[in-house]
């Protein structure tokens, strides 16, 4: 990243320096469930598109990409409505799928697509901070696990846990395939005040949480605490123009790689994990400044 773009957006960043009251706090790292159970139970599956970029960028998703002798495996964690698990299914007819969401909303999306079929595909329903994978999926069987867009819906106490439980059904080999958003993205300088719970972490209109991720922030997470190696850690920069709309801006994410390493020991679980409370948010606005990445 530029220098001087750096220092310009730490400076914007450093004005906010309220952050948000730890009642609200708790309530939205708590329920975070509810609130992306609402959010498509507004958006339906009209909010994100789907997404037919992910095999330019990971090679590990074309046809003919072997892992071993069996069809390739996938796991898509947070997988919304599908965006993500269509193209793919559709241009790589060798993988098979689990897809896993914590609202039941968007999981039943997903089940009662067109595409869905269960000869390729199984969607459930998964907390992946505190719902152990390895009760639906067996133990070092995945070839592939795609996170796309969602640990920074996790807020950053809960993305170890995470990162453990997909360790557990990860085949020695296997690959964590990561893009979400990097930090001084457009999305994180427009926050205004009053939104912010910690450094990098924010809570949308929605209640729904933002957290924008360092190259440095994935390596702890995933090599030092998941024990993987990283065979790809980088900040992607894309420029989106609309001259109708007068906008000119830079759109900042991470993308990386991670592999489990070939003779892998299980590591130890870290799943302290919280239980959901059961309570319903109020006052939920519509949703007006989630970003469809
Ligand atoms: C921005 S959407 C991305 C959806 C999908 N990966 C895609 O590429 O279109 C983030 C998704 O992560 C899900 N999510 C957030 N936290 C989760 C958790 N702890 N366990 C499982 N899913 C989660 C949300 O429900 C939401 O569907």
């Known amino acids: ?3 001087a773009f750096v220092t310009r957006a730490q400076e914007t960043l450093a004005k906010d320096t309220s952050t948000v009251p730890e009642f609200w706090q708790n309530k939205y790292r708590t329920e975070a469930a509810k609130n ?3 959010f498509y139970n507004r958006n339906a599956t009209n909010f994100f598109k789907d ?3 992910t095999d330019r960028e990971f090679e590990e998703l074309r046809p003919g990409h072997t892992f071993s002798e069996q069809k390739p495996v996938l796991l898509e964690i947070g997988c919304g409505v599908g965006n ?3 193209p793919v299914l559709k241009s790589n007819p060798d993988l098979k799928i689990f897809a896993c969401d914590f609202s039941p909303r968007a ?3 997903v089940q009662a697509n067109e595409n869905y ?5 199984y969607a459930f329903v998964c907390d992946i901070t505190k719902d152990r994978l390895a009760d639906t999926i067996p133990p070092h069987s995945v070839d ?3 996170a796309i867009f969602v640990f920074s819906a996790l807020p950053p106490e809960k993305q170890a846990a995470a990162v453990a439980n997909i360790v557990e059904i990860l085949k020695p080999g296997g690959r964590i395939l990561f893009r979400d958003y990097g930090m001084y993205d457009l999305a994180q300088l427009r926050f205004k005040s009053g939104h912010k719970l910690e450094d990098n972490l924010y809570v949308r209109q929605d209640g729904t949480l933002s957290y924008y991720f360092s190259t440095h922030r994935l390596q702890e997470l995933f090599v030092e605490h998941g024990g993987l190696l990283e065979l790809e850690n980088d900040y992607t920069i894309k420029r989106l123009v609309n001259a109708k709309k007068n906008i ?3 759109r900042i994410f991470v993308q990386a790689k991670f592999q489990a390493p070939i003779d892998t020991e299980p590591i130890d679980l870290a799943f302290a994990g919280t239980r959901i409370a059961d309570t319903s948010l109020t006052d939920q606005k519509p949703n007006t400044d989630m970003d469809t990445c």
């Open 84 to 86: 993500f698990i269509w």
């Open 51 to 53: 997404r037919h970029w």
């Open 144 to 146: 592939i696990v795609s």
């Open 107 to 109: 999981v039943r999306y």
């Open 1 to 3: 990243m530029n220098e």
């Open 36 to 38: 992306w159970d609402k």
């Open 117 to 121: 079929s269960e000869d390729r595909c």
């Open 248 to 250: 000119d801006s830079e």
